[in-house]
């Protein structure tokens, strides 16, 4: 394949993939990504685990709370990986967003952060989600560089927190709100078909319905 040939999200000089939904048929596949020994020191699946059984972690990643696709080049049926929205129910509207790179075969630059990219438009436009955050162990350059390009911005530590190879590293945490996103991406589209920018477009074609005030 010619990655020169691939098609860009509007507004960036990332590669368009597709996300779809996680199918039960690809629940060992994904499993496996999890388990490699290379990926599985920068999880936390909850409670510390950093390994589940392929049901429990379908089950994980298919819930009520969890909004997962896997990515894959257009054209293709070979996934590259997952990202996931989490804690997707929160009534405060806020999210959580991680992933896993998969398959490491031929594949254009920035895949990665174009997966996240497209995911934090569904869970700014249709998810309505107000604030997504994320968390990276530091030493993670790949994983921090790429939130920074997002737009996403380093709040805080959490000292310790990550047991990795058995030694204690920091956690970085890191969000992006709805407004921030607007501005630097406002043009991306979800997969709905719509975009911040349509939002805001129709936000302001609509008549206020507040009611006149008699003096």
């Not at 098609?7 to 597709?18: D, K, N, Q, S």
């Not at 959580?96 to 996240?116: H, L, Y």
Request: a neutral charge.
């Amino acid at each position: 394949m010619n990655f020169n040939d691939i098609a860009r999200i509007p507004g960036t000089t990332l590669p368009w993939i597709e996300l779809v939904p996680l199918q039960a048929d690809q629940a060992a596949t994904v499993h496996r990504w999890f388990d490699d020994e290379k990926v599985r020191p920068w999880l936390d699946l909850g409670g510390g685990r950093q390994q589940l059984q392929v049901r429990e972690l379908y089950l994980l990643l298919t819930g009520s709370r969890s909004f997962t696709r896997l990515l894959r080049l257009p054209g293709s049926t070979e996934p590259l990986g997952l990202v996931c929205l989490g804690d997707v129910s929160n009534q405060m509207g806020s999210a959580d967003i991680w992933g896993v790179r998969g398959c490491f075969a031929q594949s254009p630059g920035n895949v990665s952060v174009a997966s996240f990219l497209l995911m934090l438009a569904n869970g700014f436009v249709d998810l309505g989600r107000e604030v997504i955050g994320s968390w990276v162990v530091e030493g993670n350059q790949f994983s921090i560089a790429m939130h920074q390009r997002l737009g996403m911005r380093e709040t805080g530590r959490q000292r310790a927190r990550h047991l990795s190879g058995g030694q204690r590293r920091d956690r970085l945490l890191f969000d992006i709100t709805r407004a921030e996103f607007a501005e630097r991406f406002g043009a991306v589209r979800a997969e709905s078909g719509r975009c911040l920018d349509d939002l805001r477009s129709e936000a302001a074609a609509t008549p206020s319905q507040e009611e006149p005030c008699h003096v």
